[in-house]
């Protein structure tokens, strides 16, 4: 959490960011995935009273038995990423092979498991890749039935399901998606499942043609956000999370001033996540440093506008 001061007629006026702050470990900190510095990582973003969240992948019980002490002492929230996982050992919730869409779901339950074990109350998941507009109606399906098949399983245990939108048609290929399927989807599973809503990453929105006021229509089942950049590469658009203001990065402190407008206006009540990596010539502290300063900007400058 952190407050800004702005001038506003003369008079100081000191305004506490709305929602908690939180980052996403495994791109700060890439070298955590390979299990390098993982409690170093976790020390440094627990040490930050800027952050209120930090999303984890699973990791051996070895590792979370060395953090847990230090995360429970700050009384940060932990989220467990599963879209690592799921992107990284190819897993398909969508599958229109039953047998690949069943191992998915049962590698799926085993995460949520441990989980469990760690009393984690939130996972965040993702679809499989897209199968093309042919077979795209039969995925959508699948991946409904896989997600009630989960949010059954997590709440057994406590444990309620984000589900993130990615981009289609220019990285990750996978099936969700645009904002307008993903909500539909998601409203369907909720007539059966409460324990379940969609996560929207700022970084994806080039990629899916999209921009913060298209979330007004689907604040009833928007719950989580994603902050970052997609990157340009010659006429490529890239989902690499690079910081903002990295040459060829997509998204600046004015679209973030814009993201903040809109989800005060929709009085959204979730958690603002950082999602930004290094490259090669940046540190992971550089990163997120920069990140958190545009953050704090757009604020100010959200203030400016609103009380101007």
């Known amino acids: ?68 002490p230090k995360l429970d002492e700050r009384g940060i929230e932990v989220y467990a990423a599963l879209q690592p996982h799921i992107l990284r050992e190819g897993l398909n919730l969508n599958s229109l092979n039953e047998d690949e869409r069943r191992r998915s779901l049962k590698r799926l339950k085993e995460l949520i498991e441990e989980a469990h074990a760690r009393e984690l109350k939130v996972v965040a998941i993702c679809s499989g890749k897209d199968p093309g507009p042919d077979n795209r109606a039969k995925a959508l399906e699948a991946l409904k039935e896989s997600i009630k098949e989960l949010c059954e399983f997590s709440k057994e245990r406590g444990i309620h399901v984000l589900l993130e939108t990615f ?58 956000i994603h902050l970052g950049c997609a990157k340009r590469v010659d006429e490529r658009l890239l989902d690499t999370h690079p910081v903002f203001y990295t040459p060829g990065a997509i998204n600046d402190v004015h679209a973030v001033k814009k993201l903040i407008s809109v989800l005060k206006s929709m009085n959204y009540q979730g958690i603002i996540t950082l999602e930004v990596k290094p490259e090669e010539h940046q540190t992971s502290l550089e990163i997120v440093n920069a990140a958190k300063g545009v953050v704090m900007h757009a604020y100010q400058l959200y203030l400016r506008e609103t009380l101007s």
């Open 1 to 68: 959490m952190f407050a800004v001061e702005i001038d506003v007629k003369g008079i100081p006026v000191i305004s506490t960011f709305p929602w908690r702050i939180g980052i996403v470990l495994s791109m700060a900190f890439p070298q955590v995935m390979k299990d390098s510095d993982f409690e170093k990582a976790v020390e440094y973003v627990v040490s930050d009273q800027f952050f209120d969240e930090i999303e984890l992948h699973i990791v051996s019980r070895e590792l979370w038995d060395k953090v847990k």
């Open 167 to 224: 981009d289609r048609d220019h990285d990750k290929k996978l099936l969700l998606g645009p904002l307008e399927e993903a909500a539909s989807l998601m409203r369907e599973v909720r007539k059966s499942y409460s324990n379940v809503g969609l996560l929207w990453d700022l970084s994806h929105a080039p990629l899916l043609n999209e921009k913060p006021d298209d979330l007004f229509k689907y604040q009833d089942v928007l719950e989580h």
